[in-house]
């Protein structure tokens, strides 16, 4: 089965789909690109159930999490009933269906961490980026979290970026690793845009 309707379409689908209007994620707007995403996946890659978690993959790279109107498109496109592809979202820990960002900052506050000051990082990653504990950046790029020890303490204060870790951190280094993200986010963005240009032509 494929779907074949316009995003806006799509996302009224989502809202009022298998999940209810009152799911998390049902009442907000998915990125387009997501639904770009899961097309061409399926079209690049011919099979049957086994493409789910490479696609589910592909997808939460992109938007940092999986909300219900995309597991829903993705069990259409698959051939699947949502109650199959939610079942894989829960029980493997590697997906949420909680909104994170792209770059998930992980703050150590272990002890080591803590005395060398990761109070001060975690505030300075919060100002830069105009979030608290818990929250994510309206754009969906980043999002910042307070957890126990990471095992670095050799490395302390330290912090993880997705899973890379970042040691004997600065307020200046914070501010230049921040820099960095949003220059690789950018370029990722302006090089699947121009990929689509690119399929557009042909």
């Known amino acids: 089965m ?17 999940f209810g209007a009152g799911a998390p ?8 690109e997501a639904y770009a995403i899961v097309d061409r ?8 159930r086994e493409r789910l978690i490479p696609l589910l993959h592909r997808v939460q790279e992109h938007l940092g999490y999986l909300p219900f109107p995309i597991q829903e498109y993705v069990a259409e496109k698959l051939g699947l009933s949502p109650v199959e592809v939610y079942g894989v979202v829960s ?8 909104p994170r960002g792209r770059y998930q900052l992980k703050v150590c506050m272990g002890t080591a961490c803590f005395v060398n000051g990761a109070q001060t990082i975690c505030d300075v990653v919060g100002d830069l980026l105009g979030i608290g504990v ?30 890379e870790v970042h040691g004997h951190l600065t307020p200046n280094a914070i501010r230049k690793l921040v820099r960095k993200l949003k220059t690789a986010a950018r370029k990722e963005r302006e090089a699947r845009a121009g990929e689509a240009g690119g399929e557009r032509e042909h």
């Open 2 to 18: 494929g779907g074949t309707g316009t995003a806006n379409e799509r996302g009224d689908a989502g809202e009022r789909g298998f």
């Open 25 to 32: 994620g049902n009442g907000e707007p998915v990125d387009p």
């Open 41 to 48: 996946y399926v079209a690049e890659h011919p099979g049957g």
């Open 91 to 98: 029980f493997y820990h590697f997906f949420t269906t909680t």
């Open 134 to 163: 818990g929250e994510v950046t309206g754009d969906r790029l980043f999002s910042l979290e307070q957890v126990r020890c990471i095992g670095a303490c050799g490395l302390a204060p330290a912090m993880m970026v997705n899973d």
